[in-house]
Structures are given as C-alpha cells and as structure tokens.
C-alpha cells in the first residue's frame, strides 16, 4: 500500500525552526519526486519544495534560504527544515509524491499519492 505520513509539525515563535518528516511505505522515495506543499485556512494549497530523484530540488520564492527538502534513503523518509519562521508560513503542511516529474512542480495535478497533513503555528 503506498503511503505517505508527515510528522512534525507543532507551535513554534516566530524566528525559530521546525523539521518536518515524511514517511513513505510501499514505494522507495529516491525514485519518486516528492514535495511538500501546505494549505493556510482560506487559501489555496501552495507548492513548498521539492526533491527529484537526482536530488536536484526546487523551492517556492517565499522560503528560499530558511527552508531545506532532504532525503534519507535508508530510512525511506523526505524532511523539511523550516528555519527563521514567520507567521505567514501558518499552515497545514502536506508531502505528496509522483514518479514522474512534470512541469510546473508545484502543479498539484502532478501528484497521485498525498499525505493527511501536519499543522504548522508560528506566533508572532
């Protein structure tokens, strides 16, 4: 069964930093390109960062420089280190997968295989 769950998210001030986690099952992530993405309540889902296979990445203007996508491939996992948070990055955090890349990245379409979500609150 291909699956993917997120782990980490929680209440952070602003400045500080979070790592989220993506654990994947049924499918071995350094052959799929995997994302995160994130929902803030009443906006639509944004694309976040990305990891190829090649480990090439990809990120969203907004977090260039205080987020960072990795790979473990042993433990099958993608992370997300989120670091000098703001409290416009509140939001429901989501790692999805495809096997195939597409352009653009951040094209929720290109995804078929999506997480539940972890909450993301950075006060101010």
């Known amino acids: 069964q291909v699956q993917l769950v997120e782990l980490g998210g929680g209440s952070v001030q602003a400045g500080g930093s979070l790592r989220l986690s993506c654990v994947a099952s049924?499918?071995?992530?350094?052959?799929?390109?995997i994302a995160w993405f994130r929902q803030a309540p009443g906006k639509q889902r944004e694309g976040v960062a990305l990891?190829?296979?090649?480990?090439?990445?990809a990120y969203a203007d907004s977090v260039k420089g205080r987020f960072t996508i990795s790979r473990d491939n042993a433990k099958n996992m993608v992370y997300l280190q989120m670091n000098s948070l703001k409290p416009e990055d509140t939001a429901m955090y989501y790692c999805?997968?495809?096997?195939?890349?597409?352009?653009?990245?951040?094209?929720?379409?290109?995804?078929?295989?999506w997480g539940q979500g972890t909450q993301v609150t950075v006060s101010s």
């Open positions: 990891i190829r296979p090649s480990l090439n990445t």
């Open positions: 049924g499918f071995t992530v350094r052959s799929y390109h």
């Open positions: 999805a997968a495809t096997a195939s890349g597409s352009y653009p990245w951040d094209a929720m379409s290109n995804y078929n295989t």
